[in-house]
């Protein structure tokens, strides 16, 4: 398939007993698996924090830096992945976005890759501020609803109206196997 599949952030800390776990967020895994197949591109990130990070005054302390929380899932197929990206290693700015103190939008236009479908976690907070980000930065932007979960459900359903009203395109997993 065209464009990218961008994971965000599957990574041990945001699982089921980690860190900052996020309720069945394992559940989303296998179906993951199954989109990297479909795409020529797969790129995840992963929050990658100092432990004297900024976010830890708001969440509880995840995803440091060489710690087993911060690696990627196991059951990810991580063969499939064609560069990750770290995110959150600046100890004084606390961002969500893939975008942001990253050089993830230079490396799609070297790429010429436009069409950007997100999947991962948490549909509220990471998901959402790189899909808005994307969309800003003039990319295409799908959110793969089934492969994404939030934090909680009402946080979700908000930011996927919102990133719907933005531009994004809501699709489910069954549109890009039968498409």
């Known amino acids: 398939?065209?464009?990218a599949l961008i994971v965000i952030d599957m990574q041990n800390d945001f699982m089921p007993g980690g860190a900052l776990a996020i309720s069945n967020a394992d559940r989303i895994i296998p179906l993951i698996n199954q989109l990297m197949e479909k795409f020529e591109h797969v790129i995840a990130t992963?929050?990658?924090?100092?432990?004297?990070?900024v976010s830890f005054a708001t969440w509880?302390?995840?995803?440091?830096?060489?710690?087993e929380g911060v690696s990627l899932?196991?059951?990810l197929h991580q063969e499939q992945i064609e560069k990750i990206f770290r995110k959150g290693m600046d100890p004084m700015v606390d961002s969500y976005s893939a975008f942001f103190d990253t050089n993830l939008a230079d490396y799609l236009k070297k790429k010429k890759i436009q069409d950007l479908y997100f999947v991962g976690v948490a549909t509220?907070?990471?998901?959402f501020h790189s899909l808005l980000d994307a969309l800003e930065l003039g990319f295409s932007a799908?959110?793969?609803?089934d492969a994404c979960m939030p934090i909680d459900s009402e946080g979700g359903e908000k930011a996927v109206a919102e990133?719907?009203?933005?531009?994004?395109?809501i699709w489910l997993?069954?549109?890009?196997?039968d498409g």
């Open 1 to 3: 398939m065209k464009g």
């Open 142 to 145: 799908t959110l793969v609803l």
């Open 60 to 67: 509880p302390q995840h995803c440091l830096e060489e710690s």
């Open 124 to 127: 509220d907070f990471c998901v």
């Open 163 to 169: 990133m719907r009203e933005k531009g994004a395109r």
């Open 173 to 177: 997993s069954k549109q890009l196997f």
């Open 46 to 53: 992963m929050d990658w924090h100092p432990a004297d990070h």
């Open 73 to 75: 899932v196991k059951e």
